[in-house]
């Protein structure tokens, strides 16, 4: 049974940094990606950013590029989200994916972790 687990969601002030990160078991990733999605209140769930866990590319929504940082370790199957400089407009449940290849769909989904960000 595959699983994704995220921690590290909470309350942070907007301009500090919070991390998160998902670890994956039962199966591994390592021709496909691993990602974090989104989702505020009253809005649909979007694409915050992706990495593939065989070289590393990384791919990032326009709201977060510059300031989110997603990396992962492979041994660990796990990703990471490196949230800086933070505003209010990023509070969110953020949830993990993962797919098996980077063209199929995003079939593996973790609980989602809720991040907060106070002005």
Avoid: H
């Amino acid at each position: 049974q595959v699983q994704l687990v995220e921690s590290g969601g909470g309350l942070v002030q907007a301009g500090g940094s919070l991390s998160l990160s998902c670890r994956a078991s039962g199966r591994t990733f390592s021709s496909g990606s691993m990602g974090w999605f989104r989702q505020a209140p009253g809005k649909e769930r979007e694409f915050a950013a992706r990495i593939t866990m065989s070289r590393g590319f990384t791919t990032y929504a326009d709201s977060v590029k510059g300031r989110f940082t997603i990396s992962r370790d492979r041994d660990k199957n796990t990703v990471y989200l490196q949230m800086n400089s933070p505003k209010p407009e990023d509070t969110a449940v953020y949830c993990c994916a993962a797919r098996e290849s980077v063209v199929t769909d995003w079939n593996y989904w973790g609980q989602g972790t809720q991040v907060t960000v106070s002005s």
